[in-house]
């Protein structure tokens, strides 16, 4: 499947920025689930520093905003030719060692609700694919799909307990409770094209697993799917901290609005 994205993040700030220095973290690697074909990044109100990829393999542009802008547009238009792998990935390339996966951190650290959801899990001694859909599918069941009642700093213990949240909460959870049980597991950021529209109000987020003869395998929680050829992965990480499009600090600009404009369609 060949999709095209287009995607706009728009700030605008009360007084002109003092300082600014940010990742972009919206660069997509060819992996076997996808072939880039084109992908462009264009830059209003900052400029392009340097370039890098960062431990966990992720393309990452270093931008840096002109002093007193009032406002910066950073987007990227690109195609892509996706392949349906079941959501496998390949194996793993990065420069940190798989055991990393395993470690907590702030936002996917366990606590005794995480514990409890995966007492359960894998009790029939299932292979690992199937201890891995058993648990999107408990993790589905716990939390609603809602929107507007978690934010960027919502932990996967407060999504549990709250038992409503987005992709990412899906994702922090999924995470969490597959490292209790064992697997590496990772957040990963990216693209979904939804056969109900082409506008979106946002990025997609899911999580991956290691599994041992498979490789990194994608649970997309929100969606109880693995991902298939609507996917575009972006970026990966030990949870959103790692995998944001975009991150950095911004000195003396006041309250900061933002807008986004996403596209993804075939």
Not at 13 to 27: D, F, I, M, N
Not at 197 to 217: C, K, M, P, S, Y
Not at 240 to 251: F, K, M
């Amino acid at each position: 499947m060949r999709l095209t994205v287009d995607h706009t993040s728009t700030y605008t700030y009360e007084s002109g920025v003092g300082y600014a220095l940010q990742q972009v973290r919206k660069r997509p690697l060819n992996l076997a689930s996808q072939s880039i074909l084109s992908w462009d990044l264009v830059l209003e109100g900052a400029r392009r520093e340097t370039g890098y990829t960062d431990h966990h393999g992720n393309l990452v542009d270093l931008i840096l905003v002109e002093s007193d802008t009032p406002s910066v547009s950073v987007s990227v238009r690109g195609e892509v030719e996706t392949h349906d792998t079941s959501g496998v990935t390949g194996g793993h390339r990065q420069l940190v060692p798989l055991w990393l996966y395993r470690r907590p951190t702030p936002l996917t650290a366990p606590a005794k609700n995480l514990r409890a959801l995966v007492s359960g899990i894998g009790a029939s001694e299932t292979a690992d694919v199937g201890v891995l859909h058993e648990l999107m599918a408990e993790i589905a069941a716990r939390i609603r799909y809602e929107k507007d009642q978690t934010d960027s700093r919502t932990t996967a213990e407060q999504a549990l307990e709250a038992g409503q949240g987005v992709c990412q909460d899906h994702a922090h959870v999924f995470i969490a409770a597959a490292r209790l049980l064992g697997y590496p597991a990772r957040y990963v950021s990216g693209y979904l094209m939804m056969t109900d529209r082409i506008e979106q109000e946002a990025g997609h987020a899911w999580a991956e697993a290691w599994v041992d003869g498979l490789g990194w395998t994608g649970f997309d929680v929100s969606n109880g799917i693995c991902p298939d050829a609507r996917y575009i992965q972006i970026a990966t990480g030990l949870d959103y901290d790692d995998a944001a499009p975009i991150r950095g600090l911004v000195y003396g600009a006041g309250d900061e609005n933002l807008v986004v404009s996403i596209q993804v369609q075939q």
